[in-house]
């Protein structure tokens, strides 16, 4: 469920419903093809977007993250088109200002425009087998750049269409992960880690998932508090410094582990930081940063474990002020919102979610205090930052991740 803050002259403000269910995004997607192709798709598959509880920037830091899979999925519907490998690719994606429909070849695949394209070719060029030519639809109720990982969700998606397309199958999470990670880096150009991908893969239903990122082992942690809300709001700012800061706060990282004289992050104790005390007070607070946060991390699991709410919240806001502070990768107005947050009625604990410089917060708020913290907060960032942006609100809860699609139900 999506909702914001409407204003009506009769009876104040109320919350209006907005997010596109689950199954209008499927029916849309096979209208589309059908009226795109003439033809009834046979495959579909979906993926999820996340919202990392904790954990952030670490995971190419051999850390610890704790996402959990969204009820909002991108779809991919389609059919082989019994061509060698031409490949036509549709998107009904609203907000989406480029081409919507392309055609390109299996057998040649390279990094282009229209730039969303890219996720699902970088998907096929890393699968390891030759694919034939298929027709196919794309659609979503993630938002996109709202650092709920739609991106990822892509990516996932397109693997597991790919999968009933060739009747290869995956067995391992990690390595659908990898391959997804591997179309991030080398098509969409952006060095994420693995954590987007291994939870839209990996996701359960009221489970949050502890991710070993050294490894890729992973923990299903239970998350079930029927008192407690998981609120997620988009500041709707996106400053375009992530391009460029990300792959600079990755260096920053192993430029800070080289000078401890350590191999990986996991080596590392707050002891550590003594040996970049009076050397590169940036590389220092990137470093305490990455240090904390992965112990925030595990200690917010065993809250989760032991139905600890209250610490799990702290440790929530902890986390922001370390991304703020020490990593520098907030921005002014989701400090305003995670501000607002942290004061309106029945919130445990608030942080900036994503990669950074705009996007989300998630929050943890008890069930029957939602409208009043979200009456509160949209109101106090609306006045702070002058009306400029709108913040809109998500309820969610965890969910699955990546599956197949019965079309017979639609």
């Known amino acids: 469920m999506e909702f914001e803050i409407v204003q009506t002259k009769d009876q104040g403000p109320k919350m209006v419903s907005k997010v596109i269910s689950f199954d209008e995004v499927v029916k849309t997607s096979i209208e589309t093809f059908r009226d795109t192709f003439g033809c009834d798709p046979d495959i579909a598959a979906c993926a999820p977007g996340r919202v990392n509880l904790i954990g952030e920037h670490v995971d190419y830091n051999d850390g610890f993250v704790l996402p959990m899979a969204l009820p ?12 060698p490998s031409t490949c036509e690719v549709v998107t009904c994606v609203e907000g989406i200002r480029e081409q919507k429909k392309a055609q390109f070849d299996s057998s040649s695949l390279a990094r282009g425009s229209p730039k969303w394209l890219n996720y699902v070719k970088g998907v096929m060029f890393h699968f390891g087998q030759s694919i034939p030519g298929f027709n196919a639809v794309i659609h979503t109720n993630v938002p996109i750049g ?7 969700a892509l990516e996932v998606a397109t693997l597991t269409f790919l999968e009933l397309l060739t009747a290869r199958k995956f067995e391992k999470p990690g390595d659908k992960a990898l391959i997804c990670q591997k179309a991030e880096h080398t098509f969409a150009n952006m060095p994420c880690g693995i954590m ?6 990996a996701g359960q239903k009221d489970r ?12 299903q942690i239970p998350f079930e508090a029927e008192g407690l809300a998981v609120l997620i709001c988009n500041s709707n700012v996106k400053h375009e410094l992530s391009s460029s800061e990300y792959p600079l706060r990755r260096k920053q990282c192993q430029q800070a582990l080289q000078l401890m004289g350590l191999k990986s992050y996991r080596e590392a104790t707050e002891r550590s930081l003594d040996a970049l005390k009076g050397a590169d007070e940036v590389l220092l607070k990137r470093a305490r940063h990455v240090i ?7 200690e917010a699991a ?3 474990r032991a139905g600890d709410f209250e610490e799990m919240g702290k440790l929530m806001a902890a986390s922001h002020n370390s991304l703020r502070d020490d990593f520098e990768v907030s921005c002014h107005e989701v400090d305003i919102l995670v501000e607002a947050t942290l004061g309106a009625p029945g919130v445990l604990g608030t942080r900036m979610t994503g990669g950074g410089f705009g996007g989300c917060t998630v929050t943890l708020v008890q069930k029957e205090s939602v409208e009043a913290a979200v009456k509160t907060i949209d109101t106090i960032y609306s006045r702070k930052v002058g009306g400029k942006y709108k913040a809109r609100f998500f309820l969610a809860e965890p ?4 599956r197949v699609i019965n079309l017979r139900a639609y």
């Open 292 to 298: 904390t946060e992965i112990k925030r991390t595990t």
């Open 146 to 152: 709202g650092g709920l990982s739609s991106s990822a």
């Open 302 to 304: 065993d809250a989760l």
């Open 196 to 201: 987007d991908q291994l939870i839209s893969v």
């Open 72 to 83: 909002m999925v991108t779809v991919i519907v389609g059919k082989k088109n019994y061509t």
């Open 399 to 402: 969910a699955e991740g990546a």
């Open 208 to 219: 949050a998932l502890l991710i070993d990122c050294r490894n890729l082992t992973v923990q």
